[in-house]
């Protein structure tokens, strides 16, 4: 699953009471040229490097996907992200949307939702709120959001973040569905096909 959204709709309070809710969740962790904002962590909420550490990575094909927001490069390396499928988890790519458009051509099975404030004038205030930027910044990234909400029909699922637990519930029974959809459980099928034709056949004697 990919989750994008306006910056300041709240995504990264959403993951983390999602993950800390139900425990079959992996959120996979980004790579970025961006600087930490204060409490952040290396290799816990982004792994921070130098931009030409981030452009050998491209050239290694190490990126699931990769674009560059306000000036900074973000990407999603494939390890990670591989590791946790082979464990059997749910993994969710907390992206932009360049990015997660990239990924979906990528892999078509991959869905998309795409997490927003009621308002407009709510984004603004988060984002006045959260008090780690500059004015020059915020008025980026209102800038960028008018340009992302040309995008947003191209999501499979929207969700407002307006009272965060039923969000966060939302986004739950979004996953909870898609684990019963026909085409993400054809082996179910052909076991109760086998099974119903071999009672089938026990009956017919």
Request: aromatic share 8%; hydrophobic share 35%.
């Amino acid at each position: 699953m990919i989750v994008s959204g306006f910056s300041g709709a709240g995504k990264g309070t959403l993951m983390k009471r999602l993950l800390e809710s139900h425990d079959n969740y992996a959120l996979s962790i980004s790579m970025t040229t961006r600087a930490p904002r204060p409490g952040e962590i290396h290799g816990k909420h982004y792994f921070f490097v130098e931009k030409d550490e981030f452009e050998k990575t491209i050239a290694e094909d190490g990126l699931i996907e990769y674009a560059q927001y306000c000036g900074n490069y973000y990407g999603t390396p494939k390890s990670y992200v591989e590791q946790c499928l082979n464990e059997g988890r749910d993994v969710i790519l907390e992206i932009e949307i360049q990015g997660a458009l990239k990924v979906k051509k990528k892999f078509p099975e991959a869905v998309l939702v795409f997490v927003t404030p009621p308002s407009a004038m709510e984004l603004r205030n988060r984002l006045i709120g959260r008090g780690t930027e500059t004015k020059e910044v915020i008025d980026k990234r209102l800038s960028r959001a008018v340009e992302e909400a040309q995008g947003i029909e191209n999501y499979d699922y929207i969700v407002i973040n307006d009272e965060l637990d039923r969000c966060v519930e939302d986004i739950h029974a979004i996953v909870m569905a898609l684990h019963c959809k026909t085409n993400r459980s054809i082996s179910i099928i052909e076991e109760i096909s086998k099974e119903l034709n071999e009672i089938s056949k026990g009956e017919e004697k």
